[in-house]
């Protein structure tokens, strides 16, 4: 299981929302290629970038700081937020993007799906973001009345080999992913699920992998020190590591 330190930007910093609430932010880094750089330090083959501005608005108002980003460190990106339409996530290729998140544009736009994996393949992944078993789009902000294993069925058939489910509840709290629905995710077989949401303690992380989770990205635990990243890195190869 590959384990994905965070970074969500607003505003060219590096913040964290509770619940997606914009009004629920603190800033951790003012330079976000702080976190990246710290992140590469202890051990990260992942980072995985959030750019809010992008999320809520459409605006690729980060694209200077994501850059920078890239050009400081070697670690492999994911990145989400605003990748609405073939010429964003062209841009974002040439950026040397390693995975593109589509997130509302799966939902609002979805003919965009199959023409992204027909032009960049297994680069595409697929953002859910779920308040109770519901998708939620642009930034959280729109609540749909979509259930997401029906979207998640639709975009693993149309060729997306990694899905993000990220419970929104859970999110930013500190107590613990929704480790039900994670796992109704995954028992589908569908294709690969990578939890975000709720992680608060190494339990939680070794409780992740356990599902068969394919990754689970860490925001929150990570910005206010409940561990450091080499400690939750250690917990996930343990918990796959031990007899079962």
Not at 9 to 22: C, S, T
Not at 59 to 70: L, S
Not at 130 to 141: F, S
């Amino acid at each position: 299981m590959i384990v994905y330190p965070a970074i969500d930007i607003r505003n060219g910093k590096a913040v964290r929302l509770i619940e997606g609430d914009f009004n629920r932010e603190t800033i951790f880094d003012a330079d976000p290629v702080d976190a990246a750089l710290r992140w590469q330090e202890q051990g990260a083959e992942w980072i995985h970038i959030v750019d809010l501005d992008g999320a809520r608005d459409g605006i690729r108002a980060n694209q200077a700081t994501i850059e920078r980003i890239r050009n400081a460190v070697s670690v492999k990106l994911q990145l989400g937020g605003g990748l609405r339409d073939m010429k964003t996530l062209s841009l974002a290729q040439a950026l040397g993007i390693d995975r593109m998140v589509i997130g509302s544009a799966a939902i609002s736009n979805p003919e965009l799906i199959p023409a992204a994996v027909a032009e960049f393949g297994g680069v595409i992944v697929v953002g859910l973001d779920v308040r109770n078993g519901k998708v939620a789009t642009r930034g959280w902000v729109e609540q749909t009345s979509i259930p997401v294993t029906g979207v998640a069925q639709r975009v693993a058939d149309e060729g997306v080999e990694h899905i993000v489910f990220t419970d929104i509840g859970h999110d930013g709290r500190l107590e613990g992913p929704n480790l039900g629905a994670l796992q109704e995710l995954i028992d589908r077989r569908m294709t690969s699920i990578i939890a975000s949401g709720g992680i608060g303690s190494l339990d939680d992380i070794a409780n992740v992998a356990r599902t068969g989770a394919a990754g689970v990205i860490i925001g929150a635990a990570l910005y206010h020190r409940q561990f450091t990243l080499t400690e939750a890195l250690a917990s996930a190869r343990n918990a796959q590591e031990a007899p079962s």
